[in-house]
């Protein structure tokens, strides 16, 4: 695992699906590359967090998003697949 992926913060992002217009901002500013566009039952992007225990909190993918879809929520908080 690369040394900046052991240094977690409390938070990390959730994408809710019904404001992601699947820009791929977000997609772009992951450092990590831990964030992707994945296509719904209704061939409609929008972005997905699918291993957020590999997500390290850094929060670049807030201020990309003009839509508000994505939000830092603290790790220990239970969210339902897919988003809020």
Do not use: Y
């Not at 992707?36 to 929060?59: H, S, T, W, Y």
């Amino acid at each position: 695992m690369p040394d900046h992926l052991s240094k977690r913060t409390a938070v990390l992002p959730v994408i809710a699906r019904n404001l992601c217009t699947g820009c791929g901002w977000c997609v772009a500013a992951c450092p990590d590359h831990l964030l992707v566009l994945e296509v719904d039952g209704q061939r409609r992007k929008a972005a997905e967090l699918p291993r957020p225990e590999l997500c390290p909190g850094c929060g670049k993918c807030l201020p990309v998003c003009n839509f508000r879809a994505i939000r830092l929520v603290k790790r220990s908080a239970q969210v339902p697949a897919g988003g809020p």
